[in-house]
């Protein structure tokens, strides 16, 4: 990012919840002359150290990244040579674009016809220009189908071939921890239902397609995530957590507004209280958080409780129960790194010349892969779908924590 000539923040309030962003685009705009454009929906503080800001409507960053895709096969700003090596259906997202004019954008998204121009002229005049695409993609029903738009951007206009250039989300994939024993996968009993926390409020309600056509959820066990603060139709999730015979237990640091609804809150340990493995959310290393202080008498870790539920519900003699913590974390660094190093390997043999940098080598896959365009072009209408329909596309999930039912 640092290397970058344009920084485009869209979806991210990086100045409040992301300072290592900030910390790469000020130093691009320092050392570069970079420009550092800010998308959101409201006018938040990473908007006012912009040099260009767009304040869009809620749900239509789709029709916002649509426009610019027109704009650049309109203008000539397209990298073709690019999208007929790498991209799988360059002509049909071209044919799909064609209605998909500023001036459709601008009734939807709410800018002006002006400020969808000069945005996209900004990112097709400058090669290097760096998608950062945040969180707030999550927030709406049709998030996924929206940062799949916003993330086609820079592949029409050939940004990956530079290094400043490109998109990036999240790097979870790359660490591929293998997860298995320590959460059960060997016994997972395709009887027992798995229910989706983006529809909590129509779980909690008795929709009976949230619930898989199955019984009501009567009793929950939270940990790591606040469903009722962060959960779409948060109407229906509170009057979910408000009935009557439904039971929560919820093990958690902070009295959150789930806590507040919970039948019994279970003290939990902080970070510094207990021993974990971080996953980098901007670098590629994975690091061991040792733990530093004793935690109270009465707090315990989620180990703890999930071991002490097993015991009492008879299948603590499974495998992946009554690991110790040295069991539990130290085998996988090793492993890890053994598989880092083998795939750098074999991605660094078909990266191009001047580019060995491992991260921005990772962008460029094997011979016969191709940006995937394809599969999602008819649903990059950049308006939020009926309700019916929100369920046919895949959610955007919360994956800031599980949410475990019964």
């Given at each position: 990012?640092?290397?970058s000539?344009?920084?485009?923040?869209w979806?991210?309030?990086?100045?409040?919840t992301q300072?290592?962003v900030?910390t790469?685009?000020i130093?691009?705009?320092?050392e570069?002359?970079?420009?550092i454009?800010?998308?959101d929906?409201?006018d938040?503080p990473?908007?006012?150290?912009a040099?260009?800001g767009?304040v869009l409507?809620?749900?239509?960053?789709a029709a916002?990244a649509c426009?610019?895709?027109?704009?650049?096969f309109?203008?000539?700003?397209?990298?073709r040579?690019y999208?007929?090596?790498y991209?799988?259906?360059?002509?049909?997202l071209?044919?799909h674009l064609?209605t998909?004019?500023?001036?459709w954008a601008?009734a939807?998204?709410?800018?002006p016809?002006?400020e969808?121009?000069?945005f996209?002229?900004?990112v097709?005049?400058t090669p290097?220009?760096?998608?950062?695409?945040?969180y707030?993609f999550?927030?709406?029903?049709?998030g996924?189908v929206a940062?799949h738009a916003?993330?086609s951007?820079?592949?029409?206009l050939?940004?990956?071939?530079?290094e400043?250039g490109g998109?990036?989300?999240?790097?979870?994939?790359?660490?591929?921890f293998?997860?298995?024993?320590?959460?059960g996968?060997?016994?997972l009993?395709?009887?027992?239902?798995?229910l989706?926390?983006?529809?909590?409020?129509r779980?909690l309600?008795g929709d009976a397609?949230?619930?898989?056509h199955?019984g009501p959820?009567?009793?929950?066990l939270?940990?790591?995530t606040n469903p009722?603060n962060?959960t779409?139709?948060?109407r229906?999730?509170k009057q979910?957590?408000?009935r009557d015979?439904?039971?929560v237990?919820?093990?958690?640091?902070?009295?959150?507004?789930?806590a507040k609804?919970?039948?019994?809150v279970?003290?939990a340990?902080m970070?510094?209280?207990?021993?974990?493995l971080?996953?980098?959310g901007?670098?590629?290393h994975?690091l061991?958080?040792?733990k530093?202080?004793?935690?109270p008498?009465?707090?315990r870790?989620?180990?703890?409780?999930i071991e002490?539920?097993?015991?009492?519900?008879?299948?603590s003699?499974?495998?992946g129960f009554?690991?110790s913590?040295?069991?539990?974390?130290?085998?996988?660094?090793g492993?890890l790194?053994h598989r880092l190093?083998?795939a750098?390997?074999?991605?660094m043999?078909?990266?191009p010349?001047?580019f060995?940098h491992?991260?921005f080598?990772r962008r460029f896959?094997?011979?016969?892969w191709?940006?995937p365009l394809q599969?999602r072009?008819?649903?990059?209408?950049?308006?939020?779908p009926?309700?019916?329909?929100a369920r046919?596309?895949?959610?955007?999930?919360?994956t800031?924590?599980?949410?475990r039912s019964?």
């Amino acid at each position: 990012m640092a290397k970058s000539d344009c920084v485009v923040i869209w979806g991210t309030n990086a100045v409040s919840t992301q300072v290592n962003v900030m910390t790469h685009a000020i130093k691009a705009r320092k050392e570069r002359g970079a420009k550092i454009v800010v998308i959101d929906i409201y006018d938040n503080p990473t908007i006012k150290q912009a040099d260009m800001g767009l304040v869009l409507k809620p749900g239509t960053d789709a029709a916002l990244a649509c426009a610019v895709m027109h704009i650049a096969f309109r203008d000539g700003y397209a990298d073709r040579a690019y999208l007929a090596k790498y991209a799988d259906d360059p002509a049909g997202l071209e044919n799909h674009l064609k209605t998909r004019t500023p001036e459709w954008a601008a009734a939807i998204t709410g800018l002006p016809v002006e400020e969808i121009e000069a945005f996209a002229k900004l990112v097709g005049t400058t090669p290097r220009t760096y998608f950062r695409l945040g969180y707030s993609f999550t927030r709406q029903r049709n998030g996924a189908v929206a940062i799949h738009a916003a993330a086609s951007v820079p592949t029409v206009l050939g940004s990956w071939k530079y290094e400043g250039g490109g998109a990036f989300h999240s790097n979870n994939d790359i660490f591929r921890f293998d997860k298995r024993e320590l959460v059960g996968s060997a016994m997972l009993d395709p009887d027992i239902r798995m229910l989706d926390q983006s529809q909590i409020g129509r779980v909690l309600t008795g929709d009976a397609e949230a619930l898989r056509h199955r019984g009501p959820v009567t009793a929950m066990l939270i940990q790591n995530t606040n469903p009722v603060n962060v959960t779409p139709e948060q109407r229906l999730v509170k009057q979910g957590f408000l009935r009557d015979d439904l039971f929560v237990a919820v093990h958690e640091q902070f009295m959150t507004d789930t806590a507040k609804v919970a039948d019994i809150v279970l003290p939990a340990t902080m970070f510094l209280e207990h021993d974990d493995l971080y996953r980098g959310g901007g670098h590629q290393h994975i690091l061991l958080g040792p733990k530093v202080v004793e935690p109270p008498s009465t707090v315990r870790t989620n180990l703890f409780v999930i071991e002490e539920l097993a015991k009492r519900l008879g299948v603590s003699d499974k495998p992946g129960f009554g690991l110790s913590r040295a069991r539990a974390y130290r085998p996988y660094p090793g492993q890890l790194r053994h598989r880092l190093r083998r795939a750098e390997t074999r991605e660094m043999a078909g990266c191009p010349a001047g580019f060995r940098h491992g991260a921005f080598c990772r962008r460029f896959r094997p011979p016969g892969w191709k940006i995937p365009l394809q599969g999602r072009l008819d649903r990059h209408t950049g308006t939020e779908p009926a309700a019916k329909g929100a369920r046919r596309i895949r959610p955007a999930c919360t994956t800031a924590g599980i949410s475990r039912s019964c």
